[in-house]
């Protein structure tokens, strides 16, 4: 329409090696993500998250609780 050139947008080649290896990185990470492993990954990283939040929590309490009730 108003003076756009007209070029055709070609999907990429499923012949063209890097697209294709970017497909089975993709799909490797699809698959890990849904799998079990991945899971019980993040429960942990969670767990120790959360610990870590706690212990640092009560550490400022000690280290602030007196300072605060004077």
Same mark, same amino acid.
């Given at each position: 329409m108003?003076?756009?050139p007209n070029t055709q947008h070609s999907s990429p080649s499923t &012949?063209?090696?890097s697209t294709e290896n970017e497909d089975r990185? !993709?799909?490797d990470y699809r698959v890990f993500v849904n799998s079990a492993e991945f899971t019980r990954l993040m429960c942990?990283?969670?767990?120790?998250a959360t610990r870590r939040a706690i212990?640092?929590?009560?550490?400022? &309490?000690?280290? !602030?609780g007196p300072r605060v009730n004077q």
């Open positions: 108003l003076d756009e &012949s063209d090696p990185v !993709f799909e942990e990283h969670v767990k120790k212990e640092e929590g009560r550490q400022l &309490s000690v280290e !602030f």
